[in-house]
Antibody, heavy 119, light 107 residues
Framework: EVQLLESGGGLVQPGGSLRLSCVAS????????MTWVRQSPGKGLEWVSA????????YYADSVRGRFVISRDNPKSTLSLQMSGLTAEDTALYYC????????????WGQGILVTVSS | DIQMTQSPSSVSASVGDRVTITCRAS??????LAWYQQKPGKAPKLLIY???SLQSGVPSRFSGSGSGTDFTLTISSLQPEDFATYYC?????????FGPGTKVDFK
């Protein structure tokens, strides 16, 4: 059974930093691309960042490029998102997501982790 | 960037109704499209990928069609558990983008 367990969320002040982690199990982690998707309270889904299975290729939404860094540790089956320069607009539920083979479409989602940026 | 639009933004329907949701891409995306269902407080769930392929375990009352710029999600006979918000997503190019969502609620 595929499981994705996010951690690292919480309350952070504007301008602060936070690191999200997602531990994956139930599949061959290194074989699959992974993404982060966020959802602001009461709003729709927003793609944030993606990384290829090897970690060689990374992609970012314009809204986070230069502030967020996606990475993965394949031996530990862990996906990470290092977030810095946080603003109130980054307040959201952040989902870790597994992509389908050869497709940038998500077939499994974590339960989400809340990030709140507020003073 | 490829912009995704959906219509309607909300639809009121009854159990047994046929419901159709449309999704339009601002440029051609072949069939690189997925549909997701999201219920309140839950993570999204993949329904359709490749515009028309049914994800394993998803009831056959869900179907998808389209290619290029225009796509549809059809629920042939709405069931109580189908009241939710539905999103389309393009996977043709980065940045990946979602539609704004269509909420299906009780008439």
């Amino acid at each position: 059974e595929v499981q994705l367990l996010e951690s690292g969320g919480g309350l952070v002040q504007p301008g602060g930093s936070l690191r999200l982690s997602c531990v994956a199990s139930g599949f061959s982690f290194s074989s699959y691309d992974m993404t982060w998707v966020r959802q602001s309270p009461g709003k729709g889904l927003e793609w944030v960042s993606a990384i290829s299975g090897s970690g060689a290729n990374t992609y970012y939404a314009d809204s986070v490029r230069g502030r967020f860094v996606i990475s993965r540790d394949n031996p530990k089956s862990t996906l990470s998102l290092q977030m810095s320069g946080l603003t109130a607009e980054d307040t959201a539920l952040y989902y870790c997501a597994k992509e389908m083979s050869q497709l940038w479409l998500t077939d499994y989602w974590g339960q989400g982790i809340l990030v709140t940026v507020s003073s | 960037d490829i912009q995704m639009t959906q219509s309607p933004s909300s639809v009121s329907a009854s159990v047994g109704d046929r419901v159709t949701i449309t999704c339009r891409a601002s440029q051609g995306i072949n069939t690189w499209l997925a549909w997701y269902q999201q219920k309140p407080g839950k993570a999204p769930k993949l329904l359709i990928y490749g515009a028309s392929s049914l994800q394993s375990g998803v009831p056959s009352r869900f179907s998808g069609s389209g290619s290029g710029t225009d796509f549809t999600l059809t629920i042939s006979s709405l069931q109580p558990e189908d009241f939710a918000t539905y999103y389309c997503q393009q996977a043709n190019s980065f940045p990946l983008t979602f539609g704004p969502g269509t909420k299906v609620d009780f008439k």
